[in-house]
């Protein structure tokens, strides 16, 4: 089936320092969206990204999605603690559109 | 209120006991999901349903059964409950199978199987 590497599983960074997950597929994607867990708490949908080397930002948050649309990276500037939860990645495709990425795990200390 | 609700919030059973986990949605979408999540495993798909009598295995449905009778209900049963099945379990819904639409999560049922 469909591989869906999330990279890295967990980062621990101090409050402030920058974070970045990474989400890898081994087939072409129309699309991919990223979702948020926090502790507890159910997934929550942040953003879709559709073209080839796209770039949306939501505040300090900056979704990329590779040239060749089989990856695509979520990165956080200055971390806060209310930041903390898992990351998740939601491929899309007509066969991949159900699958998700394992999540990385963010642990923010201040 | 408008929204997702899964019911119960938690749930404790013994090993062979039938259980169904509950999920209801206001907003008529189209597009239903049972999602378990386990340490390790992320989310996995047991189930989904397109529309009404509509559903369809996803990635581990065996143990599973779900119905779709009306369109903002979609049930999940565990016909005999195993340890392996102790997990949360989230159910999701969205308007389309176009891939531009996020899911809207439930707040999840915690399952303890004993």
């Known amino acids: 089936g469909q591989q869906v590497m999330q990279i890295p599983q967990y980062q621990h960074v101090q409050e402030g320092e920058d974070f970045t997950t990474y989400c890898n597929s081994s087939t072409t994607l129309s699309n991919i969206q990223w979702y948020k867990q926090r502790p507890g708490g159910h997934p929550v949908f942040l953003i879709q990204?559709?073209?080839?080397?796209e770039v949306k930002k939501q505040k300090r948050l900056t979704f990329q999605f590779g040239e060749a649309k089989k990856n695509s990276s979520l990165h956080i500037t200055a971390t806060q603690t209310t930041d903390v939860g898992t990351y998740f990645c939601r491929l899309g495709g007509a066969t991949n559109k159900l699958i998700f990425g394992t999540g990385t795990l963010l642990a923010v200390q201040p | 209120d408008a929204g997702i609700t899964q019911s119960p919030r938690y749930k404790i059973t013994e090993t062979g006991r039938q259980v169904t986990l509950m999920c209801h949605q206001t907003?008529?979408?189209?597009?239903m999901f049972w999602y378990r999540q386990d340490l390790g495993h992320g989310l996995r798909l047991i189930y989904y349903s397109a529309a009404a009598d509509i559903t369809d295995k996803g990635e581990v449905p065996d143990g599973y059964v779900v119905s779709r009778s009306k369109t903002e209900n979609f049930p999940l049963t565990l016909e005999s409950a195993t340890r392996s099945q102790t997990s949360v379990y989230f159910c999701?819904?969205?308007?389309?199978?176009?891939?531009?639409?996020?899911?809207?999560f439930g707040s999840g049922t915690r399952l303890t199987v004993v």
């Open positions: 907003w008529s979408h189209s597009y």
């Open positions: 999701a819904s969205s308007e389309s199978d176009r891939d531009f639409d996020g899911y809207t």
């Open positions: 990204l559709v073209k080839s080397g």
